[in-house]
């Protein structure tokens, strides 16, 4: 069921506050991966590490997401959302503090290990949160947040790598690393004002408190109802059960035997849905879009920026850029839908990609030549890349794969994505150095022109629109109409169940007469 264009313009002030405030999560991954791309110059000289190490530093905190990512799942079942926000804070403030006081390369790493973990749990559970708490009318807004913090993050760690560099080197690197245990502070006192996701809280069979939280962040008090109604028939719980508390079977309420009907025995409809959300996952890492964030400095360097002054004062330009351009997808998404700004981001990238490859392949094979103008140009590639991927591939993807998955699989199937997309990371962030040298750095970005232009094509064949729905009712937007047995008036209604506001279109139209055809063979 679609809302009336008139409300999705509204906004509600308390899903405003709950968001943001869950979205603070997103500014400990994006800075924790910014701030290194600086910080590891001073680290190089400081500790004596060679390429092969930094490396390793550089990527290592996505493969250690893995085990944030992947227990945050759980653990959000077990314990609820916003204490898992809690946890989050609180594992990345200590590890912020651990690298600051490294006092060798082995610490270093094992600071870096427990900060991992607390991005891989921010990056699980802001999404689901958000997702949970937010009405449909405004759900593509609110969970385009965290990937807005993200950026606010990715900006705040080249601001602090520019402004600490002028320090001496022992201690500047230490401010740059420690200054991420500020924010984590801040999100962990503040999320415990905020309310619990209404979602987990009917999974609970604490049905007054989802009633109250509902009130607060629906439209109207019809609205309220009709999701505290869709949660509990999406949850297995009779919509005559009125009573504030009911009991769940444990095995429901704690999330248990999740982890079965998503790889052991899916349904069709369940496989499709975490095909896709592991898929865009997967693309918008594979895209190479990490290994722009964290070897800036090494990409303006081998563009041919000498000085580590001008290299921060050009990377802080793309944090920049990456931060003031999610604001249009942050916009447009409830508006223009998820499909088509995907679709455009993905192929505006495509496009950078190959200019800056180019580019990039003829500074490498002139290196005596003052060839400012192709300079130029490829630090004007690297501005747009960033601006493309905000604009549509970076936050679309944590709208969509928040929005897909039933309510009982979300914060475990979303945790298979993420899994995915800090793997991938990892590995661009641990090989990028190498592989530029056996391939050039030109011959890298067309290597990841090359996988944009898959990610394209996938999203074009898979991914439909999901805008103006609720979440209950995505559920059933991948599950196969029949026409068996179906009269035409009821396959009419049907088909104003699955595409009620484009009837119009003529690609529905044949759809609709596909139907009718279906059901008059039948007779």
């Given at each position: 069921m679609d809302l009336p264009i008139a409300e999705k313009k509204k906004m509600n002030k308390y899903v405003f506050a709950c968001s943001l405030v869950a979205s603070m999560n997103s500014i400990l991954s994006g800075y924790d991966t910014a701030v290194l791309s600086g910080a590891i110059l001073y680290i190089q000289d400081y500790m004596k590490i060679n390429d092969t190490e930094s490396e390793i530093l550089m990527g290592s905190i996505n493969i250690y997401c893995l085990i944030g990512s992947t227990v945050a799942g759980r653990i959000s079942d077990w314990i609820g959302r916003r204490y898992t926000i809690v946890i989050a804070a609180m594992i990345f403030f200590v590890g912020a503090l651990m690298m600051a006081m490294a006092p060798n390369y082995a610490f270093l790493m094992s600071g870096r290990f427990v900060a991992g973990i607390g991005v891989g749990f921010a990056f699980m559970i802001a999404p689901v949160y958000t997702a949970e708490v937010a009405p449909a009318s405004t759900r593509g807004f609110f969970t385009s947040f965290p990937e807005i913090f993200v950026n606010a993050g990715v900006l705040l760690g080249y601001i602090a790598d520019f402004a600490f560099s002028p320090l001496p080197t022992y201690l500047n690197w230490r401010l740059m690393l420690g200054a991420g245990a500020i924010p984590a502070a801040v999100l962990g006192i503040a999320i415990l004002f905020m309310p619990e996701s209404p979602r987990w809280l009917v999974m609970q069979g604490r049905l007054g408190d989802a009633k109250m939280v509902l009130e607060k962040t629906s439209d109207s008090s019809e609205e309220a109802e009709m999701r505290l109604a869709e949660i509990k028939e999406a949850s297995g719980i009779?919509?005559?059960?009125t009573d504030d508390i009911i009991y769940v079977p444990r095995s429901q309420s704690n999330g248990s035997g999740v982890w079965r009907e998503l790889l052991i025995r899916p349904m069709p409809e369940v496989r499709q849905m975490l095909i896709i959300s592991i898929g865009i996952f997967f693309f918008q890492q594979a895209s190479g879009i990490d290994a722009v964030v964290l070897y800036s400095p090494s990409?303006?360097?081998?563009?041919?920026?000498?000085?580590?002054?001008?290299?921060?004062?050009?990377?802080?330009?793309?944090?920049?850029?990456?931060?003031i351009f999610v604001l249009v997808s942050t916009y447009l998404v409830d508006s223009f839908g998820r499909r088509p700004l995907l679709l455009t981001s993905t192929m505006g990238?495509?496009?950078?990609?190959l200019l800056l490859a180019t580019g990039l392949t003829v500074i490498d094979n002139n290196p005596d030549k003052n060839l400012a103008g192709v300079l130029v140009v490829c630090i004007i590639m690297v501005l747009s890349l960033v601006a493309f991927f905000s604009s549509g591939l970076g936050p679309i993807t944590w709208v969509y794969s928040s929005e897909i998955l039933p309510s009982r699989l979300r914060a475990q199937g979303l945790s298979f994505g993420v899994a995915t997309n800090r793997v991938v990371s990892g590995v661009i962030g641990m090989t990028f150095?190498?592989?530029?040298?056996?391939?050039?750095?030109?011959?890298?970005?067309?290597l990841f022109a090359?996988?944009?232009?898959?990610?394209?094509?996938?999203?074009?064949?898979?991914?439909?629109?999901?805008?103006?729905?609720?979440?209950?009712?995505l559920e059933t937007l991948f599950e196969k109409p029949t026409t068996q047995g179906k009269t035409l008036d009821e396959l009419e209604a049907l088909f104003e169940k699955i595409n009620p506001h484009e009837e119009n279109d003529s690609e529905n139209y044949r759809v609709n007469d596909g139907l009718r055809a279906a059901a008059s063979a039948s007779y």
């Open positions: 009779s919509e005559h059960l990409i303006f360097r081998k563009a041919g920026i000498k000085s580590r002054l001008s290299l921060l004062g050009t990377t802080m330009a793309v944090g920049f850029s990456k931060t990238m495509f496009f950078c990609q150095i190498s592989l530029y040298k056996a391939i050039t750095i030109g011959g890298v970005f067309f090359g996988v944009t232009a898959l990610s394209w094509i996938f999203f074009y064949l898979y991914l439909p629109e999901t805008r103006g729905k609720t979440l209950e009712e």
